[in-house]
């Protein structure tokens, strides 16, 4: 079985209705049969701050999409801890010229500990660590 990361990107997509990215995302997600997700908490945190004052509707259909990603049993949803915080500040601080934001610094060091090569993003910054983008 295929197992990639999904950034914010694919979960912020399909629920922003200016988001063009939207319909091309779920019609990923529909062919996704042998695909495992791995996300972190941080993203999920990314995801709901995206939607924090959106209006009521959108934040509370991010809400139930966290919950449904908390609850599927093919998305590992990897913790957040404070050995992950540092090493992904780590990263922050060695990449100041790339503008990578903390949680991506954590996605990518998460992505390397589960040893995995593809995310589902549309954000240059994870090629830019030799990542394979998965909507390219």
Known sequence: MRTVFAD??????PIN????WGDRVLQFAESTINISMVTTDEVLTEVLAFYAKAPRNLRFQATVLVR?????????VVEQSYPSF???LELYEQRPDNGYSLTDCISM???RQFK??????HDKH??????AIGFE
């Open 8 to 13: 914010a990107f694919y979960w912020i997509a």
């Open 17 to 20: 209705p200016d988001d063009d």
């Open 68 to 76: 449904a990603i908390l609850s599927d049993p093919t998305i590992r």
């Open 86 to 88: 540092l090493a992904g």
């Open 109 to 111: 060091n998460t992505m």
């Open 116 to 121: 995995l090569t593809e995310v589902l993003t």
């Open 126 to 131: 994870f090629a830019q660590e030799g990542f």
